[in-house]
Nanobody
Framework: QLQASGGGLVQAGGSLRLSCAASGFTFENYAIAWFRQAPGKERQGVICSGRSGALSAYADSVNGRFTISRDNAKNTVYLQINSLKPEDTATYYC????????????????WGKGTQVTVSS
């Protein structure tokens, strides 16, 4: 199971830290990714932390503003989002698959319920 939390309503330029708590699988053997889905749009991969800690950022727009980190002792992955923009408004989901990152949502084995991020201008 995955449980995402930490979303909310923030003004443009603000920051949020999302958390994804995992249970029921060997966390350290899994890549954990964040996806987001804006209203009327497809769910897209944003950033991922591989089993080895290797990072993959899938959306050019988030480079430098989104930071993913993981704490294997707590079975938790964090997504720090800085300099939020209105276009970052979406439901954010965390997902997991064994070992390697993938930006393909079909490749993910476990999904959490999303957490809503709304950025006001």
């Amino acid at each position: 199971q995955l449980q995402a939390s930490g979303g909310g309503l923030v003004q443009a330029g603000g920051s949020l830290r999302l958390s994804c708590a995992a249970s029921g699988f060997t966390f350290e053997n899994y890549a954990i990714a964040w996806f987001r889905q804006a209203p009327g749009k497809e769910r897209q991969g944003v950033i991922c932390s591989g089993r080895s800690g290797a990072l993959s950022a899938y959306a050019d727009s988030v480079n430098g503003r989104f930071t993913i980190s993981r704490d294997n002792a707590k079975n938790t992955v964090y997504l720090q989002i800085n300099s939020l923009k209105p276009e970052d408004t979406a439901t954010y989901y965390c997902a997991a698959r064994p070992y390697l990152c993938s930006r393909d949502r079909i490749a993910m084995r476990h999904w959490g319920k999303g957490t809503q991020v709304t950025v006001s201008s």
